[in-house]
């Protein structure tokens, strides 16, 4: 019986487990492929049309991006802090560079979370159509983890680490200013003041989405492509994600009835004689793959669910920059709109209106090349994760099986002449 | 290991299976050898079928003259329906019990047509119970379980489920066997007429009149209780028994866990087939890749259902084992009773010779209803002690009897239940070596699957 009342049939293979403790997730059966209204399969993605823009220097810009590091930086050595009214986790951010707007080749400085958002979102502000990394997560959602264990420290420490990085690496951001006094100074909170409030915010969050169905009418076929594209990709990558974590929970839960088996062998074999070797071989062997089982728990925990879990947030990130977009040609138009409207004030309005569409196309422009940079990072970061958990689970089934062929080698009976020649014993 | 093994005491009995056994076998081996390079260390390379057959086989190759003459198979089961004691319809499974000569036949001749009956699951019952009263100092080989017990959640409970039917029907097949290579069991008649006498069998082995002869619960209950000198072998035996049992039990219990545990782990990877396959409906590059990935994430998920199908089978095996103590704690209480039977005689003796001495001598050394009745009310006349001097003679005469019977009988079980024992012990750690082994195998074959799955997939994900 499953949860829903009724009898599963005894043929099972074609059925998979019903996630039904997550309730966003759909009960998984075998639906076609992704399928327009027509009944067409879903457009190519909208990089392949992007690449037709795209110069040859841009390529050589990516590589240089890769393999020339003028900007170097890690996070690392996690401390607690206390004071009076909270505590929290400074980490060091090491830079170490070669160029020339650093006054120096190599930085020390400590930073919190905070610093870090305070970062983000100054990098975001500055480049609206950019698609900056995302941070980790302020909160774990589903509390698995307890704020400040080990473990947790760590999948963050990692996951900062991997913000400042793939920042560093960023063609545009790299250079921001902000990111340089993130690195550079001792005393972060001076800097922290400037710039647009709060309140600022909250405005051009009003405008947004006072604007965005006006927007979204008018927007280039590109950019509807982007969006179609990052809404399939998002919700899978979110279900990915789901799966993965349930993989882990799961495998948690085996691993504990597992561990159970080899005080169990090992008790019977007290009552034996004749059977004790060999049942003692089996608890042996049995607790040997259950070692094997925690340690490749444990990476699945370490490589694919961050690597899965980061592109997530990135998609995220990504409607974000989808809505600043939209937002600023919704604002073009309104302006456009204006001006054709009021003939009087036609030549102050003119300039506001030429602003605008700079600030539009610059936007376009710096997405349209941003876009096919990240869908390649999901290919690549995806992707050695990916196959770094298959060679994983086949050295897991490897080690395994040489376990358990060396027990039943233990378990040959001693070598007698053989008349029948046939029989390798 | 090997079943072409020469079968020790020289009577070489021809193959035993069936044709329908060697098919099955047959494509079992050809399911199980998809790895291209078969180790050939130690006994990786026999599948775990082959290594049941060899437990049969052994069984088979001991030769019995049953088996000599006959083969025995129970190769289907059939749902029926019919009237049962209280005239009520019920549904039911009826077996087939086959049996055919054990002669090889000379090449290209045509096999006779086998003989063979239906039974169902309380007829079986009804034989082992004859079978348990009849001999009682020999382990009679248990039935498989009347109702599925250590299941896992996917496994029904159901005994008309196709799944359970079919491994009852393995085990009513291998009971069967059991009786049938056993030196004592198989040279009964009740038993041979279960295999070859449909309709009036039943008759036959109610006149047998062994359900007077069985000894009542309470009877054996008060003499495990009371009795002072058990066998100290014996003794031993019901403890490790209760050992075994107690292992066996534990052990099944978490075997059920784990694979309840492994097949969620397993179903779960089904779920990467379906979002990799509609991922890569929006990818140009990896689509294909990810495509093939998420087909074999789908055959990962449904490897576990014959995974665990082949678990069941050791699991199985176990429980044999498990049932067998029963039987043994059966032969131990057999021994209880009888040695209490025999204290109780001598103590008998004891106390009546007693009395004599007191009724000679005229002490009384032992309150008796009599002497006090004879203090309150006066001393019996001569004749009367006479008389139950002689009364008293005639039953000392009649205790001693009963009591060199009762030691006879004592000493005679001792020696056959004793013999039954040691060749029990000699098959168990036999049979549950096979087993351990034949877990091994499974473990190494789920583990090549593994390997294999994940190898695809990672050339998949390269390609992405």
């Known amino acids: 019986m499953d949860i829903n009342g009724q009898t599963l049939p005894a043929d099972f293979s074609g059925h998979m487990l019903d996630m039904d403790e997550d309730e966003d997730l759909e009960v998984f059966s075998k639906k076609t492929s992704h399928v327009d209204g027509d009944g067409n399969p879903v457009p190519n993605s909208p990089s392949s049309m992007v690449n037709q823009y795209r110069l040859e220097e841009d390529g050589d810009e990516e590589h240089r991006d890769i393999h020339t590091k003028d900007l170097y930086i890690t996070v690392d050595d996690p401390e607690s802090h206390v004071t009076a009214i909270e505590t929290f986790i400074m980490y060091r951010v090491l830079t170490r560079t070669t160029r020339s707007e650093f006054d120096s080749s190599e930085y020390e400085v400590h930073r919190r979370y905070q610093d870090f958002v305070w970062l983000r979102s100054k990098l975001e502000e500055n480049h609206p159509t950019l698609i900056v990394h995302p941070l980790p997560e302020k909160f774990v959602v589903k509390g698995m983890v307890e704020r400040f264990s080990n473990d947790f420290i760590e999948t963050r420490r990692k996951a900062l680490d991997r913000f400042l990085k793939k920042t560093a690496n960023h063609p545009v951001l790299s250079f921001s200013p902000h990111l340089q006094v993130f690195l550079t100074e001792a005393d972060l909170a001076s800097h922290k003041k400037q710039g647009p409030g709060f309140l600022s915010r909250m405005g051009e969050t009003v405008r947004a989405v006072a604007n965005t169905v006006r927007g979204l009418k008018s927007r280039p076929e590109e950019f509807t492509q982007m969006q179609e594209y990052l809404e399939v990709f998002s919700s899978k990558i979110t279900s990915a994600d789901k799966v993965t974590q349930r993989i882990i929970r799961e495998q948690k839960e085996y691993l504990d009835e597992l561990k159970q088996y080899h005080p169990m062998y090992v008790q019977w074999a007290n009552s034996e004689d004749v059977l004790a070797d060999s049942l003692k071989s089996v608890a042996d062997c049995v607790e040997r793959c259950s070692k094997e089982t925690e340690e490749q728990t444990q990476h699945l925990s370490e490589i694919l669910c961050p690597a899965i879990h980061e592109y997530v947030l990135c998609a995220d990130t990504l409607k974000g920059v989808m809505k600043r977009r939209d937002n600023i040609q919704a604002e073009f138009a309104a302006k456009n709109e204006v001006l054709a409207s009021r003939k009087a004030e036609k030549e102050a309005l003119q300039e506001e209106v030429d602003a605008h569409a700079d600030r539009l196309e610059q936007a376009n422009n710096v997405l349209k090349e941003d876009w096919p940079r990240w869908k390649s990072d999901i290919r690549t970061d995806l992707r050695s994760a990916l196959i770094s958990t298959a060679e994983k689970n086949m050295e897991y089934y490897e080690k395994c099986l040489a376990v358990w062929e060396s027990f039943l080698f233990s378990q040959r009976p001693e070598p007698r002449e053989q008349s029948d020649g046939d029989h390798v014993f | ?464």
Not at chain 2, 167 to 174: A, Q
Not at chain 2, 379 to 394: D, F, G, K, N, P
Not at chain 2, 427 to 447: S, V
Request: proline share 3%.
């Open chain 2, 1 to 464: 290991m090997g079943r072409r093994e020469p079968s020790r005491g020289g009577a070489s009995a021809p193959a035993q299976l069936t044709a329908d056994q060697q098919r099955k076998r047959e494509v079992k081996m050809m399911a199980d050898s998809d790895s291209a390079d078969v180790a050939l260390i130690g006994n990786t390379d026999l599948t775990s079928s082959e290594s049941e057959n060899n437990i049969v086989n052994t069984m088979v190759e001991k030769g019995t003259a049953l088996l000599r003459k006959i083969e025995i198979n129970v190769p289907e089961a059939e749902k029926r329906t019919g009237k049962n004691t209280v005239n009520m319809q019920e549904t039911y499974t009826a077996y087939l019990i086959e049996t055919r000569p054990a002669e090889s036949l000379p090449e290209g001749s045509v096999p006779a047509t086998p003989d063979s009956l239906w039974r169902r699951y309380s007829e079986f019952e009804l034989l082992r119970m004859y079978l348990l009263v009849t001999y009682p100092y020999i382990i009679i080989p248990p039935l498989p379980e009347k109702r599925a017990e250590f299941v896992w959640h996917k496994l029904s409970a159901d005994n008309l489920d196709p799944d359970f039917v079919e491994r009852r029907r393995v085990g009513l097949e291998n009971f069967l066997l059991r009786v049938a290579s056993h030196p004592v069991l198989s040279t009964d008649k009740i038993f041979y007429r279960f295999l070859t006498e449909e309709k009036k069998w039943k008759d036959e082995v109610l006149e047998t009149g062994f359900q007077d002869k069985a000894d009542s619960r309470l009877k054996s209950l008060s003499a495990m209780y009371r009795v002072k000198n058990p066998d100290k072998k014996f003794t031993a035996l019901k403890l490790y028994s209760d050992e075994l049992s107690a292992a066996i039990s534990q052990l099944l219990r978490v075997r059920a866990r784990v694979a309840d545990r492994l097949y969620g782990v397993y179903k779960v990877h089904g779920n990467y087939g379906r979002v990799f396959s509609e991922w890569s409906a929006i990818e140009k590059e990896m689509g294909d890749g990810l495509q093939s990935a998420g087909h074999h994430m789908d055959t990962y998920a449904a490897s576990i259902d014959d995974i665990l199908e082949e678990e069941e089978h050791y699991a199985d095996q176990l429980k044999e084992y498990l049932f067998y103590t029963d039987a043994v704690r059966s032969v131990c209480r057999k021994h209880e009773l009888i040695q209490y039977e025999l204290e109780t005689a001598a103590q008998d003796l004891v106390s009546k010779k007693q009395q004599k001495e007191e009724l000679t001598t005229g002490t009384v050394r032992i309150f008796s209803l009599k002497g006090m009745t004879s203090k309150i009310f006066g001393q019996e006349s001569q004749e009367q002690r006479e008389s139950r001097l002689a009364a008293l003679e005639q039953s000392i005469q009649e205790g001693e009897e009963a009591l060199k019977e009762k030691n006879k009988e004592c000493q005679e079980f001792l020696q056959t239940a004793w013999e039954d024992i040691e060749r029990f012990k000699e098959q168990k750690d036999r049979d549950l070596r096979d087993a351990l082994i034949n877990y091994a195998i499974m473990q190494i074959t789920m583990c090549k699957k593994g390997i294999q799955v994940w190898s695809n997939a990672k050339e998949c994900f390269n390609k992405m």
